[in-house]
């Protein structure tokens, strides 16, 4: 099965700061790789899947990228609503898998 | 509209087997592509895909949990059940449903999860 790594799993920042997270595939996903954005006691929230495409009604702050076994998060003009925990998930294979996560956290 | 909804005991003893059901609306199995997968998370920890079945009845399951899930779906009725063999407490977690539409679309919608506490 595919694993899914993530770094870092915790940084700080502040409100406009630009933040980059990233996620490392241990083998070719092509582009099938989302993101999603959870707040403590609140469900999951998708915010990107095929590595760089935004759903409906998320901010265009949010950007990803990559492809293949690397992807990158970016989120520019750091917002209180962005402090969260983020997830990658691989959805290429039949074996989905998610990253262990990366929290942002307000310094 | 498109609802999930996940039901099943809150407690449960070491064990014991663990039966969830995934109650949703707003879309049905009849559509190709549709599926709707199970994912978990420890309190405080990450997120961990379990299984998921899809329209024409394909099931994938977690390599580390494949031989405790099962995982079936009643299209009449619009439901996923998820059945977890010989509970302990490592599985205590919120337990979430969620749609998926392949190949496209990952776990778009979620429940909103039910906690399950494996406990004597």
């Known amino acids: 099965d595919i694993q899914m790594t993530q770094s870092p799993s915790s940084l700080y920042a502040s409100v406009g700061d630009r933040v980059t997270i990233t996620c490392r595939a241990s083998q070719g996903i092509g582009n099938f790789l989302a993101w999603y954005q959870q707040k403590p006691g609140k469900v999951p929230k998708l915010l990107i899947s095929?590595?760089?495409t935004l759903q409906s009604g998320v901010t265009s702050r949010f950007r990803g990228s990559g492809s293949g076994t690397d992807f990158t998060l970016t989120i520019t003009n750091l917002q209180p609503e962005d402090f969260a925990t983020y997830y990658c998930q691989n959805y290429n294979s039949a074996l989905w898998t998610f990253g262990q996560g990366t929290k942002v956290e307000i310094k | 509209q498109i609802t999930l909804k996940e039901s099943g005991p809150a407690v449960v003893k070491p064990t014991q087997t663990l039966t969830l059901t995934c109650s949703f609306s707003?879309?049905?199995?009849?559509?190709?592509?549709?599926?709707v997968g199970w994912i978990r998370q420890p309190p405080g920890k990450a997120l961990e895909w379990l299984a998921r079945?899809?329209?024409?009845?394909?099931?994938h399951y977690s390599p580390s949990l494949k031989s405790r899930l099962t995982i079936t779906k009643d299209t009449s009725k619009d439901q996923v059940v998820l059945t977890m063999t010989n509970m302990n407490p490592a599985d205590t977690a919120t337990y979430f449903c969620?749609?998926?539409?392949?190949?496209?679309?990952?776990?778009?919608?979620w429940g909103q999860g039910t906690l399950v506490t494996v406990s004597s």
């Open positions: 707003g879309f049905s199995f009849y559509t190709t592509g549709v599926g």
């Open positions: 095929g590595s760089s």
């Open positions: 969620a749609r998926t539409v392949v190949p496209a679309v990952p776990f778009d919608y």
């Open positions: 079945i899809q329209w024409n009845g394909d099931k």
